[in-house]
């Protein structure tokens, strides 16, 4: 999507590449690599399609064999934070907004073998069944401007953490523990935070609602959030009763549900009835959600904003409506062509920053 769009503007995508050459030299030593990098950047951007393999980037470079695409994606030594780093810059510069919301979600990437990183038989959003997949939790940087992929974390499920000949066969680094999705994305939200990444809210689907930890590392860093939470969440009523997230929905009034739209959707404007209820805590709030069509449809937030920061039904509202760009950037990314098994053996680097772009790349500034 995002490169078929630059595709229509050659003159744009030229200041586009210029511009990011500018900013991702420094991460490669030697020109060879630079030179290839660039190349391969190029080819990714050239035109719409489906995945292309690294004798198909090649062809598009302009390169007689694959073997230059294949040695940076698997020898040359080239620091992938470091191009991490640049990358979030670079979107920052161009995008950065104090109300900006942090998205988190993850994808999965269907795989046939067992040998690349964090392959296993787990669940994958993409099918809605187990799969034999590699699965990656990403952050969207989303702005009333435009939007972007800003982070990943390559999730290791605990087969693998538990084999350490597989991970050694794999170049995984040694030390490398399990973590859990709500917790890979806890370290993103600190880590932007800490970075200085302007923000203000964190949303995120019922995964990574439920975590506790993860809740907090939003409050640490001073971030609201609406989260997804599922039926049976317990929250605390003012009362000091707890309740699960169900039955405060069947004590809200008929005349305390709105109807509500948290922006357009692909059918036009997402209309559903709204209504939030308060809890023991004044800057803790759950946000019901009930479809127009069968009330009996519901789904849940549950939501917290920092001391100072004004809050109301439609910031909420609408914060709750933004987690869609996280899957636009899913889609772009895997248009791209990018090839998870090529990428180097490492938990982290198994998909490049590279990969990042194609959400960059529908912010025209």
Not at 78 to 90: C, G, I, S, T, V
Not at 295 to 320: K, M, N, Q, T, W
Request: charged share 20%.
């Amino acid at each position: 999507m995002a490169a078929g769009a630059m595709v229509e503007d050659a003159g744009w995508l030229g200041e586009l590449q210029g511009e990011l050459r500018g900013v991702l030299a420094p991460v490669f030593a030697q020109a060879r690599s630079r030179l290839t990098a660039f190349a391969y950047i190029g080819a990714l951007l050239s035109e719409r399609g489906d995945r292309k393999s690294c004798w198909q980037l090649a062809e598009e470079a302009g390169h007689a064999t694959p073997r230059r695409m294949q040695a940076l994606l698997a020898e040359y030594a080239w620091d992938w934070k470091e191009a991490l780093a640049a990358l979030q810059r670079f979107i920052t510069a161009h995008l950065g907004d104090d109300e900006a919301i942090f998205v988190l979600d993850e994808t999965a990437e269907l795989k046939k073998g067992a040998a690349t990183a964090g392959v296993a038989r787990q669940h994958a959003g993409i099918t809605g069944q187990i799969e034999n997949c590699q699965t990656v939790v990403f952050a969207a940087y989303v702005t009333a401007r435009a939007h972007a992929l800003l982070d990943f974390r390559l999730y290791l499920p605990k087969s693998w953490c538990g084999d350490q000949a597989r991970l050694e066969k794999a170049h995984i680094p040694d030390g490398t523990a399990f973590i859990t999705r709500p917790a890979l994305g806890a370290k993103m939200i600190t880590g932007a935070a800490g970075a200085g990444i302007p923000f203000a809210w964190v949303a995120a689907g019922e995964v990574y609602g439920r975590s506790s930890k993860l809740r907090q590392a939003c409050e640490e860093a001073g971030k609201g959030y609406v989260l997804a939470v599922p039926v049976n969440f317990t929250v605390t009523l003012p009362s000091g009763r707890k309740a699960t997230a169900a039955a405060v929905a069947a004590m809200v009034p008929d005349a305390a549900w709105e109807t509500r739209s948290c922006g357009r959707g692909c059918k036009g404007h997402r209309d559903y009835a709204r209504a939030w209820a308060g809890t023991a805590s004044p800057r803790h709030w759950l946000l019901i959600r009930r479809s127009l069509s069968d009330p009996s449809d519901l789904a849940f937030f549950y939501c917290h904003a920092p001391e100072g920061r004004p809050v109301s039904l439609p910031v909420l509202i609408s914060v709750a409506g933004k987690r869609w760009p996280a899957e636009v950037g899913h889609r772009c990314y895997l248009s791209s062509g990018i090839c998870l098994s090529r990428l180097p053996p490492c938990p982290s680097s198994c998909v490049s920053p590279v990969s990042a772009w194609g959400g960059a790349q529908r912010a025209r500034v």
